[in-house]
């Protein structure tokens, strides 16, 4: 068992008030920009065009819920909440271990994605989340089809494998792309079992009139928002525990985008991982979005109707970022993955998550947050760093030529 890293002095001055007011529009710039200028700037121009439909998407799901009469009035009553369990700063408290679980195998849908030539199952279990707002509990455990966590799991037939947990990003969720984008597969054929988590309200976890996978998590304003990003927490580690208690050696953890913030948020709840490779991560959710459009705007709406300033949703959201916590996983254990052309999640946002982490590993690849410029290079050091911290030798672990 890693050793537990000490919690921070809570007379340190939070990040939320210590990062500035400006961080969102901030330049980037990474040691790759000189040396591949037309892939790096190239990418950016790409990135800052197609995050204009993502954050269409995502403010077409906010504002219903916020122009709702007293809407605003409680969101902010709500946002006080959080912000008083963030200064806490008690993961403890926060991230609630979940309880014993009944986790159901069940046969891949006849029309669901099939990894083939893999023993593959739909792992299932009603999630044991319970809002930490008690005035959320009603509305949100109203959504019936997100209370069925769910995950594609993939074995080898001679027993439990180290097992490498991989999240989607938003909106993503399907099966299929996330194991050709990240070519699962080959670390499969390389020795680890996978398993692919389903965010709250994705795929198959979104209603039914919903009208993309993920809109839940924003069509509640950001307190649903907070409450979707702990239930996914509290879902994973009950994935982790099934995993150990089937006989995996070890677990780690990676993903993209939000799944790459939820990656790090691991890393400061769940000292048993191996490993944690978070790609491309959020950090802070209320920053990244103030760069993109229309969701900057719906920032400046919220904060005339309501007060909320952007600096306040800032300290609302902390309560589950990264950087609020010192990690119990040895930071050593942790790669962090960056683009330098993304510009759905900045550089300055994966340096910020590497500063607060300094033992960690950095990489960047000169692509953007799409188009993966470099990938076979970082996905080759993904295979020898978590050989290394699956202790290879002992676990049969990387018997397989590299050749992405």
């Known amino acids: 068992m890693p ?49 204009t439909g993502l954050g269409v998407m995502i403010s077409g799901a906010f504002v219903p819920q916020l122009i709702k009469r007293d809407g605003m009035a409680r969101e902010r009553a709500r946002m006080d909440f959080y912000a008083g369990m963030a200064e806490d700063r008690d993961v403890d408290k926060v991230f609630i271990p979940p309880p014993k679980v009944e986790v159901e195998a069940h046969k891949i849908g006849r029309f669901s994605y099939k990894p083939k030539g893999i023993p593959a199952v739909d792992l299932r279990f009603t999630s044991p989340f319970t809002p930490l707002n008690p005035d959320l509990t009603d509305s949100y455990l109203g959504y019936k ?121 691991m890393a400061v709840v769940e000292p048993r991982l191996a490993f944690c490779i978070p790609n491309s991560p959020l950090v802070s959710p209320v920053d990244t979005i103030r760069s993109w459009q229309p969701t900057g705007g719906l920032m400046d709406l919220v904060s005339k109707r309501t007060g909320l300033s952007p600096m306040d949703l800032r300290r609302g959201l902390a309560i589950h970022s990264p950087l609020s916590y010192q990690p119990k996983l040895d930071p050593e254990k942790v790669m962090i993955i960056g683009g330098a052309g993304d510009r759905f999640t900045p550089p300055r946002f994966v340096r910020l998550l590497h500063s607060h982490w300094p033992e960690s590993h950095l990489h960047w690849f000169p692509g953007n947050h799409i188009l993966h410029l470099g990938q076979s290079e970082y996905l080759k050091l993904m295979r020898m760093f978590m050989d290394r911290h699956c202790q290879s030798v002992e676990s049969g672990v990387g018997s397989q030529a590299i050749d992405v």
């Open 145 to 265: 089809r997100n209370q069925t966590a769910s995950a594609q799991y993939w074995t080898h037939p001679d027993g439990p494998r180290p097992t490498l947990i991989f999240v989607h990003g938003v909106v993503e969720s399907w099966y299929g792309f996330n194991s050709l984008f990240f070519s699962l597969r080959w670390f499969y054929e390389s020795g680890y079992d996978i398993l692919l988590m389903t965010q709250p309200f994705h795929g198959d976890r979104a209603e039914k009139h919903h009208p993309f996978s993920g809109y839940g998590l924003f069509a509640g304003g950001f307190s649903q928002l907070n409450e979707g990003m702990l239930q996914a927490v509290c879902d994973l580690r009950v994935f982790i525990d099934y995993l150990f208690e089937r006989g995996a050696p070890h677990v780690g953890i990676s993903g993209l985008s939000l799944g790459g913030y939820l990656s790090s948020i």
């Open 3 to 51: 050793q537990s890293v000490l919690p921070p002095v809570k007379s340190s001055p939070p990040w939320w008030n210590s990062l500035p007011e400006d961080f969102y529009c901030q330049s980037d710039g990474t040691e790759l920009d000189s040396e591949y200028p037309l892939k790096v700037y190239g990418t950016a121009i790409m990135d800052r065009m197609v995050r």
